[in-house]
C-alpha cells in the first residue's frame, strides 16, 4: 500500500502559476501510473491529468491542456503539477491518485479507476 501527500497549493493571482507535488511512501512510486484530480465545493470530483509508470505519457481533459504538466520523478518518489495561467474557476481542492492497474493507459479518467488517495491540497485562484 502506498501513501500519498499532496503539498504547494496556496492563493494566487489569476494569471499566476503553481507547482504541486504529490509525495509517496510506503511503496515505490514506479508500481503505480498517478492522477490529479480535484473537487470544488458542491461539485464531483473532476479529472485534471494522468501520467503512466514511466512519464513516457500523459493526458489530459480540455480544460487544463496546455496550462497543466503533470511530471513525475520516480527517484524521489515524486509526482509533480505544474499549473500555469490559472483562472478563478480552477479553484480547488487537488488530490493525487495511484492507478496499480492500468499503469501504461493513460486515458484513465475516473476516480473509481484509482486504488489510493492523498488527503488534498487547496488551490484557490483571485480575479
Known amino acids: 500500500q502506498v501513501q500519498l501527500v499532496e503539498s504547494g497549493g496556496g492563493l494566487v493571482q489569476a494569471g499566476g502559476s503553481l507547482r504541486l507535488s504529490c509525495a509517496a511512501s510506503?511503496?515505490?512510486?514506479?508500481?503505480?501510473?498517478m492522477g490529479w484530480f480535484r473537487q470544488a465545493p458542491g461539485k464531483e470530483r473532476e479529472f485534471v491529468s494522468r501520467?503512466?509508470?514511466?512519464?513516457?505519457?500523459?493526458y489530459y481533459p480540455d480544460s487544463v491542456k496546455g496550462r497543466f504538466t503533470i511530471s513525475r520523478d520516480n527517484a524521489k518518489n515524486t509526482v509533480y503539477l505544474q499549473m500555469n495561467s490559472l483562472k478563478p474557476e480552477d479553484t480547488a481542492v487537488y488530490y493525487c491518485?495511484?492507478?496499480?492497474?492500468?499503469?501504461?493507459?493513460?486515458?484513465?479518467?475516473?476516480?473509481?479507476?484509482?486504488?489510493?488517495w492523498g488527503q488534498g491540497t487547496q488551490v484557490t485562484v483571485s480575479s
Open positions: 491518485a495511484a492507478d496499480r492497474h492500468r499503469t501504461s493507459m493513460a486515458a484513465v479518467t475516473f476516480p473509481f479507476d484509482y486504488d489510493y
Open positions: 510506503g511503496r515505490t512510486l514506479s508500481s503505480y501510473a
Open positions: 501520467i503512466i509508470w514511466s512519464g513516457g505519457s500523459t
